[in-house]
C-alpha cells in the first residue's frame, strides 16, 4: 500500500455549517436592528455568507455608515466562539475518523483537520473537536481557501516526503472537493502560483506539485457520484455519502485499492 498523508476538512465533513448561517442572520438580525422575521432568518440557510443575505446586502448598500456598522458587527461576530462551538457534530463522523486512521495504518500519517477558517477562531474550532471527542484535537490548521489548504498540505506531504521510502501523495477527506479540483487547475495550470509559492517558501525544494496530486485522492464527502477526475491537475476524487459504518465498509476498501494506481492511468477513461 502506498503512503498517504491524511487531512480532514471540518465544516459540512465533521460539522452541520449548514446551521451556522441561520444563527449568524439572528445575530446581525440584532446587532443591525434589520427587522427580519423568524422565515427570514431561517431563509439564510440558502446563503454561503452572510453579505448575500438580501435584508444584509441591502443594509450595505444604504450607504458608508451602515457599511462601517456592518463590519464592526462582523468583527464582532468573529471574536466570538460560540458560533463554532455549538455546531453540531454529524452523526458517526468521529467514528468514521478514527476508521480513517486505523485502516490505513502506519503509512499513512495523520495530519489532522483543516480548515478553512480564520486564524482567530482556530482555538474554538480545536475546542469544538475536542468536545466532540475527534482525535488529534490539536492538528488543526486554519486556510484562507481551499486554494490555500491544497498549497499547504501540499508543503506538509513534500515535506514528510523525506521521512517515507517513497514520495507519498495526499488523502484529503473534504465536502468542497469540487472547489479543490478547480483550485488544483489552478495550481498546476498556471505555473505563476507554484512559482509564487515556492519563492515564498510556501512550496519547498523542487518537487512538482503535479508529481503530487498524480498520487493523491480527494474524498468526496457527502458526493453521490462514484468518481471524478480533474485531468488538467492530474487530480481524482472518490465519494464518500455519508459516514455510516455500511458505507465505509464499501469506501474504505475501494479506496485502499485505488490509492495504489497513479491517477494517470485513468484519466483518459
Ligand atoms: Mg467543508
Redesign the pocket.
Known amino acids: 500500500m502506498a503512503e498517504r498523508v491524511l487531512g480532514i476538512?471540518?465544516?459540512?465533513?465533521l460539522a452541520r455549517?449548514t446551521d451556522m448561517m441561520p444563527t449568524l442572520a439572528g445575530i446581525y438580525n440584532e446587532l443591525l436592528n434589520l427587522g427580519m422575521t423568524p422565515d427570514e432568518i431561517e431563509a439564510a440557510r440558502h446563503y454561503q455568507r452572510t453579505f448575500e443575505i438580501p435584508q444584509i446586502r441591502a443594509f450595505i448598500q444604504r450607504g458608508e455608515d451602515q457599511r462601517t456598522l456592518y463590519y464592526d458587527a462582523r468583527k464582532e461576530i468573529s471574536a466570538n466562539p460560540h458560533i463554532y462551538l455549538d455546531l453540531e457534530s454529524l452523526p458517526l463522523a468521529q467514528e468514521g475518523v478514527r476508521q480513517f486512521i486505523e485502516q490505513f495504518g502506519g503509512p499513512v500519517f495523520f495530519a489532522g483537520y483543516w480548515?478553512?477558517r480564520s486564524q482567530a477562531n482556530a482555538p474554538a474550532t480545536g475546542q469544538w473537536l475536542n468536545n466532540h471527542r475527534y482525535p488529534h484535537p490539536e492538528r488543526l490548521t486554519a486556510c484562507e481557501s481551499p486554494k490555500d489548504k491544497l498549497l499547504r498540505l501540499a508543503r506538509l506531504t513534500i515535506h514528510h516526503n523525506q521521512y517515507f521510502t517513497t514520495p507519498p501523495g495526499l488523502l484529503l477527506i473534504?465536502?468542497?472537493a469540487d472547489a479543490l479540483g478547480e483550485a488544483a487547475i489552478q495550481l498546476t495550470l498556471h505555473d505563476q502560483f507554484e512559482t509564487r509559492a515556492r519563492r515564498s517558501g510556501l512550496l519547498p525544494g523542487d518537487y512538482p506539485i503535479k508529481e503530487l496530486f498524480r498520487k493523491s485522492l480527494v474524498v468526496g464527502?457527502g458526493k453521490d457520484e462514484k468518481t471524478t477526475v480533474y485531468p488538467a491537475a492530474r487530480l481524482r476524487i472518490v465519494s464518500l455519502p455519508d459516514w455510516n459504518p455500511d458505507t465505509l465498509a464499501h469506501v474504505i476498501p475501494f479506496i485502499q485499492t485505488e490509492l495504489g494506481k497513479p491517477n494517470d492511468n485513468r484519466l483518459d477513461t
Open positions: 476538512d471540518i465544516d459540512n465533513t455549517a480548515t478553512v473534504d465536502d468542497s464527502f
